[in-house]
């Protein structure tokens, strides 16, 4: 069990749990990475240099749903826009181009922006799930199963292995090379 689980137990609720209880103005405004992921050989930052001792490891497949949940489908649109002009006259057409809304922005609901999943067991493309699977019924949003089920779903392998770029500018930025795309 990792840290953020045990602390999580010790407190009643199970990590899923606390991820959703989790207000939003609060991760908003006061979360913040002040950590070095488990099994970053080195970052060296002078006096601020710090190197893991631990091994790395890869996220769980729940934790890994709900990074992918993240990038889903959240529902159906309600587009809010006129159908009258000004002068009263209808308006006709929507430019809403596809009725089901994700997290991720898109010009006219167009859902042209597609999201790729690197891990150790390759590089993925992560297409939303079929409209009958899109909406979660009520009360199972966080439900653990159907979480990983959606996931995987929506997973779809492209290339057997990780997906690299050489470390170096301008395809890695600064400390990104260090802590970008590694194993585990």
Do not use: C, W
Request: no cysteine.
């Amino acid at each position: 069990m990792s840290a953020p689980e045990s602390q999580s137990a010790a407190s009643g609720l199970t990590g899923l749990e606390s991820f959703r209880d989790y207000p939003l103005t609060q991760a908003l405004l006061h979360r913040r990475s002040r950590r070095i992921s488990m099994g970053i050989k080195e970052v060296r930052a002078g006096n601020l240099s710090y190197a893991s001792t631990q091994p790395a490891e890869p996220l769980s497949p729940l934790e890994e749903a709900v990074l992918i949940a993240a990038t889903g489908v959240t529902g159906v649109t309600m587009p809010d826009m006129p159908f009258k002009t000004e002068t009263g006259n209808d308006l006709v057409g929507s430019p809403m181009v596809e009725v089901l809304g994700r997290a991720a922005s898109s010009p006219d609901n167009s859902q042209g922006t597609s999201f790729f999943m690197i891990n150790d067991e390759g590089t993925f493309l992560l297409r939303p799930p079929h409209e009958a699977e899109a909406t979660p019924h009520p009360g199972d949003a966080f439900d653990p199963d159907r979480l990983i089920a959606r996931a995987a779903q929506s997973k779809h392998r492209v290339l057997d292995r990780r997906l690299d770029f050489v470390r170096k500018f301008p395809l890695y930025l600064g400390r990104n090379r260090y802590v970008s795309n590694l194993p585990g």
